[in-house]
């Protein structure tokens, strides 16, 4: 019996302990109250200066930091970069092999608005650039996206592989594109990436664009326009915690800004440079696909050296019967670079039938 009375009392005892300790803590909470945690306030991605009224869309994070920026005032002036951008068909029987399997087993892959990139290159991928941003998958990741439409490449510098990965080949091309149904000039950097799994098989055979840089401008303004656009880009640095935060979560084997602790800088210069001594040639080139993109055509009077504009399929007519016009003597321009840089005359008003 008084063993028992003594436990009984030592559980008195505890459990006044006990209430003498919550009573203390609900007093304490009442007269001070803990303050709610602050968030955490996250680390600014990035500054970059660029003008005041110009426009930068942006999406993804890290190793998928997307950005856009362009001059609302001349929407041709822009200046792009797409860590990653894609995925395509790197075959035409990949694609119907996917179609074939979405029929049979009523499952979609997604992939309908892929192109096929054959062979998959720097330059061929060029071409296909205005297809990849119409794809949904682009859409919705970036609604606000370059408006590209048709691309012409005119020139290619191969560089050295930005990715050591199998088959991978990476290039700067000089383009010329169509916009708004305007004419357009500009470069871009990018490094293709093949798939090497799964090929013939359903949801295989896919290749992707990697670290795409694009400056362009409205067709004979790019080197006005260049310098604004290579001012903003180079001075676009990560901030560093996000830095920190990136290195920490990337998966190491992908691509990213950070690759090497490099910013844009190092690809828009080479980028610069290559249009600072960019050929004669490769200027004749680009007028004469310019001329094709705009349905013209040019002939020149080799007495004077005018060269004039007409509308493409005048030649023809001219050509045959030169004296029922007000100026015969007219010639098709030779591959001469003086004479495809020369601004042409208005060849519809200056040249009539009698």
Avoid at 75 to 104: C, N, V
Avoid at 230 to 244: I, M, Q, T
Avoid at 265 to 272: E, Q, R, S
Avoid at 299 to 320: I, K, M, R, W
Wanted: proline fraction near 10%.
């Amino acid at each position: 019996m008084h063993k028992n009375k003594k436990n009984l009392q030592r559980l008195f005892l505890f459990c006044c302990i006990a209430l003498s300790m919550t009573a203390f803590t609900i007093v304490a909470d009442a007269k001070a109250p803990p303050k709610p945690a602050k968030p955490a306030t996250p680390p600014v991605p990035f500054t970059w200066e660029k003008p005041a009224d110009w426009v930068l869309s942006q999406a993804g994070d890290c190793d998928m930091l997307t950005l856009f920026l362009r001059n609302p005032a001349e929407p041709l002036q822009q200046l792009f970069f797409f860590p990653r951008f894609g995925p395509i068909y790197m075959t035409h029987e990949q694609k119907s092999i996917d179609l074939q399997y979405e029929a049979f087993s009523g499952q979609s892959l997604n992939r309908v608005d892929m192109p096929v990139v054959q062979p998959l290159n720097p330059e061929n991928f060029a071409r296909f650039l205005p297809q990849v941003l119409q794809m949904k998958v682009m859409r919705d990741f970036l609604p606000e996206r370059p408006g590209l439409r048709v691309v012409e490449p005119i020139a290619t510098y191969p560089q050295k592989k930005a990715l050591e990965y199998l088959d991978t080949q990476t290039a700067i091309i000089r383009i010329l594109f169509v916009q708004n149904n305007r004419l357009g000039e500009g470069l871009i950097a990018i490094t293709t990436v093949p798939s090497p799994e799964f090929r013939n098989t359903p949801g295989g055979g896919i290749g992707m664009g990697y670290m795409l840089y694009g400056l362009t401008a409205p067709k004979g303004e790019l080197t006005a326009k260049l310098p604004a656009l290579l001012a903003a880009g180079r001075s676009f640095k990560l901030g560093v915690e996000y830095d920190k935060k990136c290195r920490k979560e990337r998966a190491e084997d992908l691509p990213t800004l950070l690759q090497e602790n490099q910013s844009l800088k190092p690809v828009l210069d080479a980028m610069a440079s290559i249009w600072e001594k960019r050929l004669p040639t490769e200027d004749m080139l680009a007028e004469k696909k310019a001329d094709s993109l705009r349905s013209v055509e040019r002939l020149y009077l080799p007495t004077s050296g005018d060269v004039y504009e007409f509308p493409l399929g005048f030649s023809v007519d001219y050509l045959a019967q030169p004296d029922r016009y007000n100026l015969p003597g007219l010639k098709p321009l030779p591959d001469d670079p003086a004479l495809w840089l020369k601004i042409p005359l208005n060849g519809s008003k200056a040249v009539t039938l009698k």
